[in-house]
């Protein structure tokens, strides 16, 4: 796993890194990498705060309108 | 009331609550799941057509549902489908457009244009009020896993089941969706400075 460029490596596994969908080994073996990488550490944060910034920005609450009306659909008992 | 009139008179109010516990907890759902129909919507008032184009498939197709497996997965199975029909009826061609090659790419354009290293100040360039347009500008395929994964907090297996499409497919769709997504935010970002 670590024959190749780590930077290179850590790039490629970062996204599914977030997303916790790497296996164990390879978990630790990208923890290890960002505690050490400055350069890949900063790229990290930066991905995990724009995965935030973009969950925020499209997330409104529910008009209670549309809640009402969503109840009003129900079938007729 | 004979013997068989009362049976029917059971089986008839036993439906009757079993649909009504159904309808509440799909109701309990529709915060999250709307959180979903927002994110494939360009508008509140699309993903409002949405919500309750989808929820009065749901009412009618209770049935359908089988109670103790993932209710929120199957009301997003309804709500993506009928997004998809939606989709098809004004897609445009499928995104082909060459992707950059690094995953940082939007770091490092941010950090090579404004001069920015820290990273919440990278982020700082990036309007918040244009990521929904940014979101828009992906082709549906590729959002709907984006929004499903990102928004919705699926994981890989539940938007793989909701979307009836294999894992890997998800996987693929996701890295070049949200490649997509960076590239978009980048456009802007640059527009706006």
């Not at chain 1, 073996?29 to 935030?52: G, M, V």
Request: glycine content about 2%; charged content about 35%.
């Amino acid at each position: 796993m670590t024959a190749h460029d780590p930077c290179e490596w850590c790039e490629e596994v970062l996204q599914d890194y977030l997303d916790r969908e790497l296996t164990d080994a390879e978990m630790k073996e990208a923890e290890r990498h960002l505690a050490e990488c400055p350069y890949c550490e900063k790229r990290y944060k930066f991905e995990k705060s724009l995965r935030r910034y973009v969950y925020q920005a499209v997330t409104e609450p529910m008009a209670p309108e549309l809640k009402q009306k969503l109840s009003e659909l129900r079938l007729e008992l | 009331m004979s013997e068989t009139s009362s049976d029917e008179a059971r089986r008839l109010a036993s439906d009757a609550r079993e649909r009504v516990r159904f309808e509440e907890e799909a109701l309990d759902l529709a915060d999250q799941v709307y959180r979903v129909a927002r994110g494939l919507s360009r508008s509140k008032e699309e993903a409002e057509d949405l919500m309750q184009e989808a929820y009065a498939r749901a009412f009618r197709s209770w049935r359908s549902f089988t109670p103790g497996t993932n209710l929120r997965a199957w009301l997003l199975r309804i709500l993506t489908n009928l997004n998809i029909d939606r989709g098809r009826r004004a897609q445009r061609a499928p995104d082909q457009q060459p992707l950059e090659e690094s995953d940082y790419f939007l770091y490092n354009r941010i950090e090579a244009t404004t001069g920015e290293t820290e990273e919440e100040r990278v982020l700082e360039r990036l309007s918040q009020d244009r990521v929904p347009e940014a979101l828009a500008a992906v082709p549906h395929d590729f959002r709907d896993v984006v929004v499903l994964v990102d928004i919705g907090e699926f994981s890989y297996a539940d938007a793989a089941q909701i979307l009836d499409i294999p894992i890997g497919t998800v996987m693929s769709r996701l890295h070049r969706g949200r490649r997509i997504l960076k590239k978009e935010l980048a456009e802007l970002a640059v527009d706006s400075r």
